[in-house]
């Protein structure tokens, strides 16, 4: 899934208000991290879950959660 896809899907999806109260929840957590968005915005476009699991690996443990949380919202 490219950027745009990503974020196609992500605008469908926050039609949900179950869906978009969480992710905002996670959204605010990530912001108060600095230079991690980037890094998390990447990994969500990875689909091959070897590969996505690899770069979750190198993450701080708060910031692995989040993705966590983030990816299976996002694959729901």
């Known amino acids: 899934?490219?950027?745009?896809?990503?974020?196609?899907?992500?605008?469908?999806?926050?039609?949900?208000p179950n869906f978009a109260a969480k992710f905002n929840r996670i959204a605010s957590e990530f912001n108060s991290i600095p230079g991690v968005q980037q890094e998390v915005m990447r990994i969500a476009q990875i689909e091959d879950e070897e590969k996505r699991e690899k770069a979750l690996s190198k993450l701080p443990s708060k910031v692995k959660k989040l993705v966590r949380e983030v990816v299976s919202l996002l694959y729901e």
């Open 1 to 16: 899934m490219n950027g745009i896809e990503l974020l196609m899907k992500l605008q469908a999806k926050m039609q949900d």
